[in-house]
């Protein structure tokens, strides 16, 4: 039997969210400001280049990896970040990738801070969650919006996997998932 080692967290912070397929933007959250995103999951790594638009129209650029800590507990993750400049960006943008676009909208929640991604190209009509847990990685029994199913631990929805599916695929895997 293997013996896992968690990686070495000196540069990275840990992240612990629940993460939830939802049928729609949530009731009283249309009205959230959202910033648009396009994540690029370099080929042949485990990277993210992110590029973030923000109201207003303001880019910033981050490189970013996640890392499961353990296998039993898939909300918790490594997550390193690396602020880009343009340049920076535009270097890494030349490498091969596969994308995905997103309005991402953030608010408190029932205590916790609650994101609502809601897909665009080839994955529109896909709606997830992230509800963040803090640092006592706990969440009340019910999430604090209507959900489909819990996917925390569905690597189907990893957004490196989704960025390679087709319109059809996704589609595949929201029916397979009861919606």
Do not use: C
């Amino acid at each position: 039997m293997d013996v896992y080692e968690p990686p070495n967290l000196k540069y990275a912070h840990v992240e612990d969210e629940r993460r939830y397929l939802l049928r729609g933007v949530p009731e009283g959250w249309q009205e959230v400001p959202a910033i648009e995103i396009l994540d690029r999951y370099i080929s042949g790594t485990r990277l993210r280049l992110r590029s973030v638009r923000a109201a207003g129209g303001q880019m910033s650029w981050k490189l970013g990896q996640k890392i499961r800590l353990d296998p039993v507990f898939p909300s918790r993750v490594a997550h390193t970040t690396i602020y880009l400049d343009e340049g920076e960006a535009a270097t890494l943008a030349s490498l091969p990738a596969v994308e995905l676009l997103k309005l991402r909208r953030t608010r408190r929640v029932g205590g916790h801070l609650g994101v609502v991604d809601q897909f665009r190209g080839s994955l529109k009509g896909l709606f997830t969650a992230e509800v963040d847990l803090g640092d006592k990685g706990v969440m009340s029994e019910h999430p604090p919006f209507a959900v489909v199913t819990e996917i925390t631990g569905d690597d189907r929805y990893s957004g490196s996997h989704l960025a390679q599916l087709s319109s059809e695929a996704v589609f595949g895997l929201i029916a397979e998932s009861g919606l």
